[in-house]
């Protein structure tokens, strides 16, 4: 994991993935927002919140779901040369499809050390036997990302 300072690019990412998982809670979804942006530019590819509710299906993660219209707006299934930024560390499902998918760059908020799969629970990501592997960055805006999913949790609970 890197310690530089974060790029303006990444920052704004990361307050529009916040802003998607505002609006998942408001949906009484688990607030957890990605964007995908071109590395380069900084062009933003697509945004997405989780729909695990709302779609009945437990695989409509804000990574997978963001992913998949990176691609589909891209036309093309490697997202090498792309950013996916997340408020929560990705699930070993997410990590899994953040591989296959080719992503250069991964930026997340929050740690998970229940499920997180990018250096808290495991490090699917970077296992030295698959063949591609991000570079990655947790704990980008982590106080606001971690606080937002304390909220949804504490008042359900």
């Known amino acids: 994991m890197t310690t530089a300072p974060v790029s303006p690019l990444i920052e704004r990412a ?24 071109h590395t380069g530019s900084g062009d933003i590819l697509a945004r997405a919140q989780n729909r695990m509710l709302r779609d009945h299906d437990g695989t409509a993660h804000a990574e997978l779901l963001a992913m998949r219209e990176a691609s589909r707006v891209r036309g093309d299934r490697s997202l090498l040369d792309c950013t996916l930024v997340v408020t929560l560390e990705p699930c070993a499902m997410c990590a899994g499809a953040i591989v296959l998918a080719r992503v250069g760059s991964l930026v997340f908020g929050a ?43 504490a008042v359900r609970r």
């Open 111 to 153: 740690w998970d050390d229940k499920a997180g799969m990018c250096g808290s629970v495991g490090d699917l990501v970077r296992h030295p036997r698959l063949n591609h592997s991000p570079a990655v960055r947790g704990g980008v805006c982590e106080a606001e990302c971690a606080a937002l999913l304390k909220e949804f949790f």
């Open 14 to 37: 990361m307050h529009d993935a916040l802003q998607q998982a505002r609006e998942a809670a408001l949906a009484n979804e688990v607030p957890v927002g990605a964007v995908v942006m």
